[in-house]
């Protein structure tokens, strides 16, 4: 058959001479017809499973339909998010200036409080607003409740200028300007500010003296226009 | 063409299944290898239907999977490795499903007699003889037990050995002087006279 190494051993003689008078065990008679039978079965069962491959893929279809649905609506509803989203790498310099502008407008609402002193208890008070509120999208700084408080105390603020008026000499009608104008200053100077005491220097008018008190509920009624304006 | 077929080597006729599907040859390579496959696995297992079924499945692998058969390898190793794989992953599963092994593991121990009336005498009764020769074949440790039966009883050459097997030449005669030399301790009632 093939080259041998012929050197089994003397000790172990026997037991080669047992094992090798061992009976031959050989397979059953019907050995060969079950392996054909497992074989045809196989067989079998491979061809069955091709028809069923293809039944099976129009079941298939139906749910690869769906997912390809699915991902075209999901990329239609991404896509539309993606476009509102802001894009770092696009964003137009005009956002920026937004940005700023509203800062400045918080920064201006800041400026035009009246600070606590400066008014009587009858007066406009504007509660300073808060960071949170002064961060918010919303330019609304308060509830309408405390619109309508407001609204209210500036119609008396404004009801008590004309009250100064009226004891000025209530000519004026209520026109503050028109009451600057036709009042006489107590130092002699006129509508705007040129008097007696008046130092001129090269067409600069520095006014020195007048009504303080006029002078401030003008500049409220002022800074309450610009915050009305404002809230508009 | 039967009678032609029949003329050709194993190689020859694994490549005439491979190349043409001709199942005559793959019918003529069951017949010549049912019988030897199953006296090896048979005296690897120790059990004849689960032999049978071992080389059953060994023919089946073959037939579905004749295209990883290389030319370059003799076509009797190819078809004794699958059966020896087989053999030992049918030992490994009914270890499992056995709480305990037929294989003690204690290689000093010796065979129990029958009976009483087991004498070297009636021992000298052929089939007692091979029942026990069998069953001290089962308890050696199988690295051994399937080189010793490939060499001593299915009478395979060192070299088909280390090739089955996938071990150097010198590894084969080592496992196989080893194997006999626990079977020879386990058939000492036998060999006493």
Same mark, same amino acid.
């Not at chain 1, 080259?3 to 008679?29: C, H, Q």
């Not at chain 2, 049912?34 to 239907?49: A, I, Q, S």
């Given at each position: 058959?093939?080259? @041998?190494?012929?050197?089994?051993?003397?000790?172990?003689?026997?037991?080669?001479?047992?094992?090798?008078?061992?009976?031959?065990?050989?397979?059953?008679?019907?050995f060969e017809m079950n392996l054909r039978?497992k074989l045809?079965?196989?067989?079998?069962?491979?061809?069955?499973?091709?028809?069923?491959?293809?039944?099976?893929?129009?079941?298939? *279809?139906?749910?690869?339909?769906?997912?390809? =649905?699915?991902?075209?609506?999901?990329?239609?509803?991404?896509?539309?998010?993606?476009?509102?989203?802001?894009?770092?790498?696009? $964003?137009?310099?005009?956002?920026?200036?937004?940005?700023?502008?509203? +800062?400045?407008?918080?920064?201006?609402?800041?400026?035009?409080?009246?600070?606590?002193?400066?008014?009587? +208890?009858?007066?406009? %008070?504007?509660?300073?607003?808060?960071?949170?509120? *002064?961060?918010?999208?919303?330019?609304?700084?308060?509830?309408?409740?405390?619109?309508?408080?407001?609204? =209210?105390?500036?119609?008396?603020?404004?009801?008590?200028?004309?009250? *100064?008026?009226?004891?000025?000499?209530?000519? +004026?009608?209520?026109?503050?300007?028109? +009451? *600057?104008?036709?009042?006489?200053?107590?130092?002699? =100077?006129?509508?705007?500010?040129?008097?007696?005491?008046?130092?001129?220097?090269?067409?600069?008018?520095?006014?020195?003296?007048?009504?303080? $008190?006029?002078?401030?509920?003008?500049?409220? %009624?002022?800074?309450?226009?610009?915050?009305? @304006?404002?809230? @508009? | 063409?039967?009678?032609?077929?029949?003329?050709?080597?194993?190689?020859?006729?694994?490549?005439?299944?491979?190349?043409?599907?001709?199942?005559?040859?793959?019918?003529?390579?069951v017949?010549?290898?049912? #019988?030897?496959?199953?006296?090896?696995?048979?005296?690897?297992?120790?059990?004849?239907?689960?032999?049978?079924?071992?080389?059953q499945?060994?023919m089946?692998?073959?037939?579905?999977?004749?295209?990883?058969?290389?030319?370059?390898?003799?076509?009797?190793?190819?078809?004794?490795? &699958?059966?020896?794989?087989?053999?030992?992953?049918?030992?490994?599963?009914?270890?499992?499903?056995?709480?305990?092994?037929?294989?003690?593991?204690?290689?000093?121990?010796?065979?129990?007699?029958? #009976?009483?009336?087991?004498? !070297?005498?009636?021992?000298?009764?052929?089939? &007692?003889?091979? /029942? &026990?020769?069998?069953?001290?074949?089962?308890?050696?440790?199988?690295?051994?037990?399937?080189?010793?039966?490939? /060499?001593?009883?299915?009478?395979?050459?060192?070299?088909?050995?280390?090739?089955?097997?996938?071990?150097?030449?010198?590894?084969?005669?080592?496992?196989?002087?080893?194997?006999?030399?626990?079977?020879?301790?386990?058939?000492? !009632?036998?060999?006493?006279?």
């Open positions: 058959m093939t080259k @041998r190494y012929d050197i089994e051993d003397e000790n172990f003689k026997g037991v080669i001479k047992s094992l090798k008078e061992l009976p031959r065990v050989t397979a059953p008679p019907d039978r045809n079965g196989l067989n079998s069962a491979r061809e069955r499973k091709k028809p069923l491959f293809t039944f099976n893929l129009r079941n298939v *279809l139906i749910p690869a339909g769906a997912l390809a =649905a699915t991902v075209v609506l999901a990329f239609l509803f991404l896509g539309r998010e993606s476009a509102e989203l802001e894009n770092p790498f696009m $964003s137009k310099p005009s956002v920026r200036t937004q940005a700023h502008n509203e +800062s400045m407008q918080n920064e201006q609402k800041q400026n035009l409080l009246i600070k606590p002193g400066e008014i009587s +208890s009858t007066d406009v %008070v504007m509660k300073k607003p808060s960071q949170k509120q *002064l961060q918010g999208h919303s330019p609304r700084l308060s509830s309408p409740a405390k619109d309508a408080d407001q609204m =209210a105390a500036n119609d008396r603020l404004i009801r008590r200028l004309r009250e *100064l008026n009226m004891q000025d000499g209530g000519s +004026s009608n209520g026109d503050i300007d028109r +009451s *600057l104008r036709e009042k006489p200053s107590p130092y002699g =100077a006129d509508q705007y500010g040129n008097g007696p005491n008046t130092v001129n220097f090269d067409g600069f008018n520095i006014y020195q003296g007048g009504d303080r $008190s006029l002078e401030q509920l003008r500049a409220r %009624v002022d800074s309450i226009r610009r915050i009305m @304006r404002s809230r @508009r | 063409m039967a009678n032609n077929l029949s003329e050709l080597s194993d190689e020859e006729l694994i490549s005439e299944f491979q190349a043409n599907n001709n199942v005559e040859a793959f019918e003529l390579l017949k010549r290898y049912k #019988d030897p496959l199953t006296n090896f696995v048979y005296r690897f297992v120790g059990d004849r239907d689960v032999s049978t079924d071992v080389v499945d060994t089946i692998r073959f037939y579905l999977h004749k295209d990883s058969y290389k030319s370059f390898a003799r076509f009797s190793t190819w078809i004794y490795t &699958i059966a020896t794989n087989l053999a030992k992953n049918e030992l490994k599963r009914r270890k499992r499903k056995n709480l305990f092994s037929i294989h003690s593991g204690e290689d000093d121990e010796t065979i129990d007699l029958p #009976d009483k009336s087991a004498t !070297p005498e009636v021992l000298a009764d052929s089939e &007692i003889k091979n /029942r &026990i020769i069998q069953k001290a074949l089962s308890r050696v440790k199988e690295v051994y037990r399937e080189v010793v039966i490939m /060499r001593d009883v299915q009478d395979l050459s060192y070299e088909e050995i280390a090739e089955i097997t996938g071990l150097s030449i010198g590894t084969v005669k080592s496992r196989i002087n080893r194997g006999r030399a626990q079977l020879q301790k386990l058939l000492k !009632p036998i060999y006493k006279e």
